[in-house]
């Protein structure tokens, strides 16, 4: 089972911005088939989706809460994905994990705590 690796989150004061890393190097050669996507849990919330990246990276979806504020991207040759996240808010906290997934498989990373608070 490929492991996905989380990293970038800390304490951030509102308005504050970070970059998450995930990095996908178990998946080799096979990463640039994969969509990528980011997703956050609060604590007592379920899962949201926050953030998604087609295999081509043409295609982008974010949900409103986050949607101008935050941007996902990858890098093929270092099987890397990224999320850039501006004017962060205390409803961001949350640990966000990592996802990729195709029709035959879906990873995820173990997470990274991002806490917005002053």
């Known amino acids: 089972q490929p492991q996905l690796v989380e990293s970038g989150g800390g304490l951030v004061q509102p308005g504050g911005s970070l970059r998450l890393s995930c990095t996908a190097s178990?998946?080799?050669?096979?990463?640039?088939?994969?969509?990528t996507g980011w997703f956050r849990q609060a604590p007592g919330k379920e899962r949201e989706y926050v953030a998604g990246l087609s295999r081509s990276g043409t295609a982008t979806y974010y949900p409103d809460s986050v949607k101008g504020r935050f941007a996902i991207s990858r890098d093929n040759a270092k099987n890397m994905v990224y999320l850039q996240m501006n004017n962060l808010k205390p409803e961001d906290t949350a640990v966000y994990y990592c996802n990729v997934e195709n029709d035959q498989a879906d990873y995820w990373g173990l997470g990274t705590q991002v806490t917005v608070s002053s």
């Open positions: 178990e998946l080799g050669r096979t990463f640039s088939n994969y969509a």
